[in-house]
């Protein structure tokens, strides 16, 4: 295989821009399948096509679940032999007081990357299509700050008396329950040393080794943006990790109550609903169509409700689990028709919170690679690719056409909207129509052209004659009133891995702010390796032909 | 299938905490086989009958929901039964006045634009009458268009002539893409980073 490497990558960044033209092949999308099912345990990269990868790789580990302590209660039951209780049976009865959850078996967990999720998805006629989506993956190296968000719950049981009064007893020893076979309030005899005392309740926070479990916090970002096979597309992305940002989970709290006041068996809920407050956010045009909300990234439910996200934002993915986790439970006081009353507490906690400071991404000092970096080369499949740039530290909104023009143009000026009539149908193409026939079958003439006449019942949509093509990289450093850190433009550079951008000659970063501090120089020429071809002609959004020119 | 990479957890509690609780059942009837299981028998085999068969009781002391007395119509349960969202955006717009002709004008700019996501109406509906058309219902709505919703298909701005040329005839001096390989040729074997620089 091929590839571009920068061993020591580039400095850490918390926002960046990234536009790129690239080509995937069928078969590629079919490699990274087989691979992925021919692979017995996870690895980086799993069923994911890369097209860049930086930044650190973490381990992440499987939660183990190991029986929880034993402990007992005593069940008595009772009788009446007489005017009052006596012991009928006594027995000991061992129970679990729950799971405990631990670290387990670990894994490698991705870097960075930007790349291509293959699925297969069931067609209309039931077969399996493979099919690849944009996926963009932004792993930082913090854990963020939780709580609540997972415990170790202990189960307690109290000691259990159950009989019922019959004889002279009956009716001696009332006590007055919710009654839920009845749905009512019930006056019956209950047995000694009543009530049941149930609790589930948190006996460990283990929100740390639940959400590190995948490692430290990462922007999880699964489009809906399918990557069609074998034809050019152009990505232009933009990310802002640099948010502080704050969660809290979802809480409901069940209330049974108990006689009197209550009115039937379903309990007053007490909800506290899910918030986020300054989520980052993510800017994806693909083919120049801008995306944003579901086609961005999946919604987020969160106790069923969903979450009010902007178009453009996102979460991390411990955001995210903190938003959906669901804490609290319920407190209920009923009667046992064995002669007991239970009073039952599940409480899991509050709700959960969660924030993530300010995050930049871990690049410095971990190989930055095209399509992915040399210790990942195993993922990668031929590719096409083209036109790289890359910004750090500023954003851009991909929603303007103004600015993705600087990325890429219809050659002849034809826009989208161009193809489309005011009520934003396409335009037919009348030179794609059958001709209209007479009676006997014979095409129409119009007198006046002396050509037949179209019948545009069978007419085509007017076709983009170009495709949008790449533009000089000059335009886009025009726009963004700076030079792209790395920009590979022209295929004799990308062979060569000749980085025309600003970090060309390489990037002192310093520890501090401190000038006189200490720094690492980070090299920015790439190193390259293995058969990277020219390839021609030069990309168009939608090109299919193309062929290898030299080797 | 999808396939994962370090997918999103969730945390261990699932669903509503109220399906976390058992709830009451009827007992199973033991077998006698002595005296004291017996009595122990009729007595579960009584309370079965009773909770099967009794449907009122004494001391059910939930008063319920009812009007002093003469005042009629019990007092209103509202239920939430419908809300409407609008959500999209909203553009920057300029207002200008012709000096001569003293007309009007409002320029609508989409190149600046907010995201508004708004609740326009809220429905309750008294849940003592059931749900009708002549079910007393209690409304507050707001409704003021905005200029763009969600999920408006054609969302583009006018082609920036002034600030980017056309690129017909655009001629590099050489060709734009390379292909990576992933196998065939110097570079290796799936797996094997390895391979001579070229």
């Known amino acids: 295989m091929s590839y571009l490497n920068l061993p020591a990558g580039i400095p850490n960044f918390s926002k960046a821009v990234i536009s790129f033209w690239f080509r995937v092949p069928q078969q590629s999308l079919q490699d990274t399948w087989d691979i992925y099912n021919a692979e017995t345990s996870r690895s980086r990269l799993f069923g994911i096509m ?71 998805e069931t067609a209309d006629d039931d077969t399996e299509v493979l099919k690849g989506y944009l996926k963009v993956y932004l792993q930082t190296a913090s854990n963020g700050s939780p709580s609540n968000v997972s415990q170790n719950l202990r189960l307690s049981i109290g000691d259990r008396n159950t009989g019922a009064a019959s004889g002279s007893a009956l009716g001696t020893f009332l006590e007055t329950h919710w009654d839920y076979l009845l749905d009512m309030c019930a006056m019956e005899d209950a047995a000694p040393n009543n009530p049941w005392v149930i609790t589930r309740t948190p006996s460990e926070d283990i929100s740390d080794l639940i959400l590190q479990q995948y490692g430290p916090d990462a922007f999880d970002v699964a489009t809906n943006i399918e990557v069609k096979p074998d034809v050019w597309h152009h990505v232009l992305i933009s990310f802002d990790v640099s948010a502080a940002t704050a969660v809290t989970g979802f809480r409901v709290w069940d209330e049974y109550g108990a006689c009197p006041g209550r009115s039937s068996r379903w309990p007053v809920r007490t909800e506290t609903q899910s918030t986020f407050e300054n989520p980052s956010k993510i800017w994806i045009a693909f083919d120049d169509k801008h995306y944003e909300g579901d086609d961005l990234r999946p919604p987020v439910d969160a106790g069923g409700i969903r979450l009010e996200l902007g178009p453009n934002d996102i979460l991390s993915r411990n955001s995210i689990t903190a938003a959906q986790s669901i804490n609290g439970g319920s407190h209920d006081n009923a009667w046992d028709v064995t002669g007991s009353w239970v009073q039952q507490t599940f409480d899991s906690g509050p709700p959960a919170t969660y924030s993530l400071e300010p995050v930049k991404l871990p690049a410095m000092g971990q190989p930055f690679g095209i399509p992915a970096s040399a210790d990942l080369a195993g993922k990668i499949h031929k590719v096409e690719m083209a036109e790289f740039q890359m910004w750090l530290d500023v954003t851009l909104d991909t929603y303007y056409t103004s600015k993705r023009r600087a990325f890429l143009a219809h050659p002849l000026g034809v826009e989208p909207k161009d193809l489309l009539d005011a009520d934003g149908n396409p335009i037919l193409d009348p030179s794609t129509a059958e001709p209209q026939r007479n009676s006997k079958g014979k095409p129409i003439i119009d007198s006046d052209t002396g050509r037949p006449v179209p019948d545009m019942d069978t007419a085509q949509p007017k076709k983009d004659p170009t495709g949008m093509a790449p533009v000089d990289p000059k335009k886009a450093a025009s726009m963004m009133k700076k ?7 022209m295929s004799k550079n990308w062979k060569i891995g000749k980085n025309t951008g600003s970090y060309q000659d390489g990037v002192t970063v310093y520890d501090t702010d401190d000038p006189g501090s200490s720094s690492t120089f980070l090299p920015g020429k790439f190193e390259p390796t293995g058969d990277i071809k020219t390839w021609k002609p030069d990309p168009k959004v939608g090109e299919t032909v193309g062929k290898t020119v030299d080797s | 299938m999808t396939a994962p990479t370090c997918p999103t957890s969730r945390n261990q509690v699932r669903g509503p905490a109220s399906e976390l609780t058992p709830r009451a059942r009827l007992p199973a009837i033991p077998t006698a086989t002595d005296l004291p299981s017996l009595i122990r028998t009729v007595n579960i085999i009584r309370d079965v009958l009773r909770q099967i068969t009794i449907n009122t009781t004494i001391n059910n002391v939930w008063p319920g929901l009812s009007p002093p007395p003469g005042r009629g119509k019990s007092y209103p349960t509202w239920f939430l039964t419908h809300i409407d969202h609008s959500i999209g955006f909203v553009f920057n717009k300029t207002r200008t006045t012709d000096a001569g002709s003293g007309q009007r004008t409002t320029d609508t700019d989409k190149e600046q634009r907010v995201y508004i996501a708004r609740t326009d109406r809220v429905e309750f509906a008294d849940g003592n009458e059931g749900t009708s058309d002549k079910t007393n219902r209690f409304i507050w709505s707001y409704k003021k268009n905005l200029d763009s919703w969600y999920g408006d298909p054609v969302r583009t701005s006018p082609f920036q002539e002034d600030f980017f040329e056309r690129i017909v005839n655009v001629k590099w001096k050489d060709y734009l893409a390379v292909e990576f390989g992933d196998g065939a040729g110097p570079g290796g074997g799936a797996g094997n980073g390895g391979g001579p620089s070229l």
């Open chain 1, 50 to 120: 890369p097209l860049l990868t930086f930044g650190e790789k973490f381990e992440g580990y499987k939660i183990g679940i190991t029986p929880g302590s034993e402990s007992s209660y005593t069940h008595t039951s009772w009788f009446t032999p007489g005017s009052s209780w006596a012991v009928l049976t006594s027995e000991t009865i061992t129970y679990n007081t729950g799971a405990v959850q631990s670290q387990g078996e670990s894994f490698d967990c991705d870097p960075s990357f930007v790349g291509i999720e293959v699925r297969t």
């Open chain 1, 483 to 489: 030079q792209p850190e790395i920009l590979l433009h």
